[in-house]
Nanobody
Framework: QVQLVESGGGLVQAGGSLRLSCAAS????????MAWYRQAPGKQRELVAT???????NYADFVKGRFTISRDNAKNTVYLQMNSLKPEDTAVYYC?????????WGQGTQVTVSS
């Protein structure tokens, strides 16, 4: 059974940084494409970044150059380093496989960026 536990969110001023973590069980993150998503109030969930099994990364245009996705295979954990945060980055951030086929999502971690 897949379990994803996101952590590392918080309140930060614009221009600041946060590092999100996603501890996975029931899935081996190095064997599949993992992704970070976010959902702002009143908006649909959107894809932020992906990392493939080979380590290739891809980013949404709105975070390119500011966010970095990575993983630690030994810890079976995926990370999202977020720099130069903007108020519009405020959202609940989730990790999951890319294009999940199930309805399972972790609890997410809240990121709030103040201006």
């Amino acid at each position: 059974q897949v379990q994803l536990v996101e952590s590392g969110g918080g309140l930060v001023q614009a221009g600041g940084s946060l590092r999100l973590s996603c501890a996975a069980s029931g899935i081996i993150v190095s064997l599949t494409t993992m992704a970070w998503y976010r959902q702002a109030p009143g908006k649909q969930r959107e894809l932020v970044a992906t990392i493939t099994s080979s380590g290739a990364t891809n980013y949404a245009d709105f975070v390119k150059g500011r966010f970095t996705i990575s993983r630690d295979n030994a810890k079976n954990t995926v990370y999202l380093q977020m720099n130069s945060l903007k108020p519009e980055d405020t959202a609940v951030y989730y990790c999951n496989v890319y294009r999940p086929s199930s309805n399972y999502w972790g609890q997410g971690t809240q990121v709030t960026v103040s201006s």
